[in-house]
């Protein structure tokens, strides 16, 4: 089974089983970042362009770890917003990487929807590494994986996004990968930074968020920008934290214990108290290491490997995508191109009952299918 | 699809003073003004209208133009098209625009003056009457700064923008903001009782947006433009309006709170007038879904809620007309990222097929009060020749053929913009033939019925008689230069 996307352009663009698959595949990449030379060569070959118009450090950061932790070539271009204001097009710098012949695009951007704008004009596959107020997706299956790694489901819990939602892609794709696992959804925060028709999504607001907190199982802390206080959307730092800071005297309130996320950067003694940050409930690192094996998955997922061989990948193997779709095609098993080295062997051996599996289901071959199909595939 | 464009090119219509008879036989006329639907023939002369009536008979060397199966209507006026002329040459000249408008069965346009430099001076209004007239396609009426350099403070000299030919006066583009500027314009505008036309937009609540503010730019992630950024300056300047006495036109109306305010407004007497584009009855915000550059336009694509108010609005009349805001743009300023491409799409090429198709075949108008919301209403709001087809009136007429299905073809536009959300649409109806002062200046086909003679143009006589008998009546700027370039 074969991711059947180009590009990650949203977390609204996946379905439920997708979005399983990627978290699914990212449970294997986690082990290779703890090994003492943290390095596969499944992406060797691979070139790819991480693409940043706004400054980034955690995101391009962790991205770079993934590419090269799969041994693909890297190459970082940095721009301000001043200077594509001045000079070349998005669409003439794409082209031009194009024709250097790369293979993939990590793309953050200040504008809505541009690496979708990207992403229909060139051939090579683009992940959304951020995008204005739109998406930022792997950070979305990033808060989904942690949420499941310490709540063991995500289906049923109630996560409340408490912040700046209007100009936050976190929460967006926080709120689609969310509701498409299960989950229920809340925001809360000033009314100013709560978009139009927000519950349309199928969310619920909350005015306060005491309330938030009295029904929460997590809360996602977004970052709140002094320059919104500067857009007059709410008076002073000072004065949010005194209505939506998250203090470890406002969970103390709580029924139940809470999961505390955050994206980062953290304004600490604004939307979230030192005590929370440091406290036993913040998985805030946890988060951050999570994100270079979500990525990892994401990049080995859209470079056309299985789903099910990621396992087959931290072994050490090598693959060729094109090889892999010929043996799906034909017997359902895979075939490595090189022997396995000295833990090969089980791992040859789980690869072969699950690809026995899949040729029993009559060869599922290219889409992801159903979260049923997903977890039986995972096992 | 080339075809057309060449037809239109090779025979470059001419200007030279002749004369001239073409008999327009066995179509259905619809003249709203004069109450007529019924098949009738049309005898134009001299560039104007001579006759109507059963069964004319054509006299020697008349043209005769077999119009059986069309429709015949008053040539239809678009009180809104950037002609981007001077400045953007790039992007559409008053040549390229008025041959566009031709195409859309339009024998008059409305250049609006956020041009570069902007319109607000005689010498630039001048300009834009000399440019229409060496062209020579359809008429071009300049519609003046209201401000200098349309900044929104100063007042441009109107008695003079007047003078030289404009036939209204706006800072379409932007709003006129300061309610103690607009308020002085209204007033001031009452001595030469020229329309102000108001492109209705708080700044302030627009912020930056570029979609309208609802459901799709909540999904987006883009910036929303809120319907009260537009709602708030409509109620406002109904209020001056109401204070001053003057004539105010609202541009682009896109919300139904909008429509309700000049509904409103117009029940207490307040002179009133509103236009709504094309594009605002067909389109909502949902077109903008998947970063669709080809619907950034201001005021945005509004709700579902909104489509359905313009639309009754317009059958209501509380609409007066239609007008397409005709916008073009450079390929490459569209093939942006969302938020940094330019406002606007073209509208003169599409906007009657699409309207016949979507809102006459759907039963939401009759065809004679969309034909009256674009040819007569324009015509009296801007006190222009023409919008009848009343014996003695210029002879501009556009023929429909409702029967013709197309797809629109960006490529194929005569515009110099391809900017459209529309390609690619199937449509019923366009126009086949379009005169402008009593000569066929456009055709579709090359019909074996229409033969293929060199066009004559109205004489200088001709037009002035016109003029004369309607007073007031503003000749378009193509008759006024041509006069000059005889003398």
């Known amino acids: 089974m074969r991711f059947a996307h180009k590009d990650l352009l949203g977390l609204e663009d996946l379905t439920r089983g997708e979005i399983t698959a990627v978290l699914d595949t990212s449970e294997p990449f986690k082990e290779i970042s703890e090994r003492r030379i943290k390095k596969v060569p499944v992406l060797r070959g691979k070139t790819i362009v991480n693409l940043f118009y706004e400054p980034s450090t955690r995101t391009r950061v962790s991205f770079e770890f993934a590419e090269k932790r799969l041994s693909a070539d890297t190459v970082n271009i940095s721009t301000t917003m001043s200077s594509i204001a001045k000079g070349e097009t998005l669409v003439d710098t794409a082209r031009n990487l194009e024709a250097m012949r790369i293979d993939m695009v990590v793309i953050r951007h200040g504008a809505s929807g541009a690496p979708r704008f990207l992403a229909e004009r060139i051939p ?39 912040g700046d939602i209007l100009h936050s892609r976190v929460a967006r794709s926080n709120i689609w990968g969310l509701l498409k696992l299960g989950a229920e959804v809340g925001v809360c925060g000033p009314p100013s930074l709560i978009p139009p028709e927000i519950e349309g999504l199928g969310v619920r607001v909350y005015r306060h968020v005491e309330d938030a907190i009295a029904e929460a199982d997590v809360l996602n802390v977004l970052r709140i920008q002094l320059e919104r206080q500067k857009a007059n959307l709410f008076p002073s730092l000072r004065e949010y934290n005194r209505i939506f800071g998250i203090s470890n005297a406002r969970l103390s309130r709580a029924p139940r214990d809470i999961l505390i996320l955050h994206p980062g950067p953290m304004n600490r003694g604004v939307e979230i108290d030192s005590d929370v940050a440091d406290g036993e409930h913040a998985v805030i690192l946890d988060q951050v290491t999570n994100g270079v094996a979500v990525r990892m998955a994401v990049l080995y997922l859209l470079a056309g490997f299985d789903v099910t061989r990621a396992r087959e990948a931290k072994e050490g193997l090598e693959f060729e995508p094109e090889a892999a779709r010929g043996s799906a095609k034909g017997s359902g098993t895979p075939r490595p191109s090189r022997q396995p080295g000295p833990a090969g062997g089980a791992a040859e051996a789980r690869a072969g009952e699950r690809g026995r599996d899949t040729a029993a289901k009559g060869g599922d071959r290219g889409e992801v299918g159903s979260g049923a199909e997903l977890e039986e595939a995972r096992t | 699809m080339s075809g057309r464009r060449d037809a239109a090119r090779a025979a470059p219509p001419q200007r030279a003073a002749s004369r001239g008879e073409l008999l327009l036989k066995g179509g ?90 902007v319109t607000d001076s005689q010498a630039a209004v001048g300009f834009i009457r000399a440019q229409a007239a060496r062209a020579g396609h359809a008429h071009v009426y300049p519609i003046a700064a209201a401000t200098r350099g349309s900044l929104g403070s100063e007042m441009s000299e109107i008695g003079d923008l007047v003078a030289a030919g404009a036939v209204a006066i706006t800072d379409d583009g932007r709003p006129i903001a300061d309610a103690g500027v607009m308020r002085r314009i209204l007033e001031y505008s009452r001595i030469f009782d020229v329309p102000v036309v108001q492109h209705c937009e708080d700044l302030a609540l627009t912020d930056g947006g570029v979609m309208h503010e609802g459901r799709i730019s909540t999904r987006l992630g883009l910036k929303g433009i809120p319907a009260a950024s537009e709602e708030v300056v409509v109620a406002r300047d109904l209020i001056l309006a109401e204070l001053t006495g003057a004539h105010y036109h609202v541009a682009h109306l896109s919300t139904a709170r909008s429509a309700e305010l000049v509904a409103e407004a117009k029940r207490r007497g307040v002179r009133v007038t509103a236009e709504v584009t094309p594009h605002h009855l067909v389109l909502t915000e949902e077109a903008a879904d998947g970063y669709d550059t080809q619907a950034k336009m201001n005021p945005p694509l509004r709700s579902g809620r909104d489509v359905e108010a313009l639309r009754e609005a317009l059958a209501a009349g509380t609409l007066d007309i239609v007008a397409t805001d005709h916008a073009p743009h450079h390929y490459d300023e569209k093939e942006r990222e969302f938020d940094f491409a330019p406002f606007g799409i073209l509208g003169l090429e599409t906007a009657f097929g699409l309207l016949h198709t979507e809102l006459v075949l759907a039963g939401r108008i009759g065809l004679a009060d969309l034909i009256e919301r674009m040819s007569p209403a324009p015509a009296r709001i801007f006190h222009l020749a023409g919008g009848g087809l009343e014996v003695g009136q210029v002879a501009d007429v556009t023929v429909l053929d409702l029967e013709r299905e197309w797809t629109v073809e960006p490529e194929a536009f005569l515009s110099k913009s391809r900017n459209t959300p529309f390609g690619g649409r199937q ?61």
Do not use: Y
């Open chain 1, 124 to 162: 090579s596959n683009v992940i959304n590494a951020g995008d204005g107020s739109h998406e930022h997706p792997t950070q979305g299956l990033l808060d989904l994986l942690t949420i499941r790694d310490f709540l063991g489901r995500i289906e049923g819990v109630r996560v409340v996004l408490v």
């Open chain 2, 28 to 117: 259905r006329i619809v003249d709203p003004r004069a109450g007529i639907d019924a098949r009738l023939d049309l005898r134009l002369e001299d560039g104007c209208v001579a006759e109507v009536g059963e069964r004319l008979a054509a006299r020697e060397h008349a043209r005769v133009i077999d119009c059986s199966g069309k429709v015949v209507v008053p040539g239809l006026i678009d009180a809104h098209v950037h002609l981007r002329e001077p400045g953007r040459e790039d992007e559409e000249t008053i040549e390229s625009g008025s041959l566009a408008a031709l195409a859309g069965g339009f024998t008059s346009v409305l250049a609006m003056p956020n041009t570069d430099p």
């Open chain 2, 427 to 487: 449509l019923v109806g366009r126009a086949w033939m379009t005169i402008v002062d009593g000569q066929v200046a456009w055709r579709l086909d090359r019909d074996p019925a229409v033969a293929d003679e060199p066009r004559h143009a109205a004489s200088a006589a001709g037009r002035r008689s016109a003029t004369a008998r309607q007073g007031k009546v503003r000749s378009p700027a193509s008759a006024h230069a041509r006069e000059g370039a005889a003398r």
